[in-house]
Every structure is written in C-alpha cells, then in structure tokens.
C-alpha cells in the first residue's frame, strides 16, 4: 500500500458546535465513500478553518465519528490566512490514506458552498 492524499473542503451555516460536527462528519464520510476507504485506511488528517470559526476544533468534530479508530489518528488544525473576499466559515482538510490507488485515482471532495473553490474536481 502506498500513503496518498485527499483534498476536500465544505462551509459551515453558521459558527455553532453541531454544525462543525455535521459539516466535518459529512466531508470525512464523503471522502471515504468516494474513495472506497474505511476509517482505519487514514494515516493522518490535517484541517484548516477560516479565522471567522470560533465554536470548536475541526479536529474534535471529527474524533465524534468514531472515537476508537481516530481517537488514534493523528490530526492536526491550523487556521487559513485571512485573505480579504476568501470564502467565509470554511473548513479544508487534507487526508493521508492507506490505499492502493493512485494518486490520479483519489477523488477529491468539495461540498456545500466550497463547491466554488474547485468546481473543476468538486463531485
């Protein structure tokens, strides 16, 4: 098995706890589901937030969805520069898996309102 990366992105409604743990749960099921992976092929998750999201640690949503397998897993969060007209409350994440597929095969994911910084890979 080789290390690959996965890109992916989504917004968030509003800067409230549950919608951080909807929004992340929902962009780390995506990518596994378009991907074919299991929780247990992740290697290493890093997220970024935009500097307008306060409520709670991407990381922490993320650790919600299945605390045993990626209570293990490293993951990181960092806050995106503060680029005037960037897209506001969003989160970014990039994904280290164990796969056998190439990099040219990972599916990369981009929902909610993120769809608009790639919608030439956004799915």
């Given at each position: 098995m080789t290390v690959r990366a996965i890109r992916g992105a989504t917004t968030l409604t509003s800067?409230?706890?549950d919608e951080m743990g909807t929004?992340?749960?929902?962009?780390?099921?995506?990518?596994l589901s378009a991907n074919s992976l299991d929780l247990a092929e992740i290697v290493s998750i890093i997220f970024t937030s935009t500097p307008d999201i306060h409520s709670q640690f991407p990381a922490t949503a993320a650790r919600a969805l299945k605390p045993e397998i990626l209570g293990n897993v490293p993951l990181l969060c960092a806050q995106e520069m503060d680029v005037p007209g960037a897209l506001a409350l969003t989160i970014r994440t990039l994904v280290h898996v164990n796969t056998e597929l190439t990099q040219a095969e990972m599916k990369h994911q981009y929902l909610r309102g993120a769809v608009v910084?790639?919608?030439d890979i956004a799915r």
């Open positions: 800067d409230k706890i929004a992340v749960v929902e962009l780390l099921e995506s990518i910084l790639r919608p």
